[in-house]
């Protein structure tokens, strides 16, 4: 029963921040986007993202060998 309330009370709070941002104009972005630096942004999230993955998936194959191994 408290799990329900809690989830109900979640929802309803997620659900209000949603309406505060109805109206809200973004100027950077506006700004960015229109100087065509938004991309260089996005590009380099994805480069970044990228190599965490990377480094994620090399630590995961070095653990995957050393618990082989024992």
């Given amino acids: 029963m408290m799990k329900k309330i809690l989830s109900l009370i979640v ?3 997620s ?3 949603v309406f505060a ?5 973004i100027e950077m972005a506006d700004t ?3 100087s065509g630096k938004i ?6 999230l994805a480069i970044i993202f990228v190599g965490l ?4 998936f090399a630590i995961d194959k ?6 082989n191994e024992k």
């Fill in 11 to 13: 929802l309803l709070l």
């Fill in 32 to 34: 960015l986007r229109s």
């Fill in 15 to 17: 659900f209000t921040a």
């Fill in 39 to 44: 991309y260089v942004v996005v590009a380099t």
């Fill in 53 to 56: 993955a990377i480094y994620l």
């Fill in 62 to 67: 070095r653990l995957k060998k050393v618990e």
């Fill in 21 to 25: 941002q109805n109206g809200a104009d």
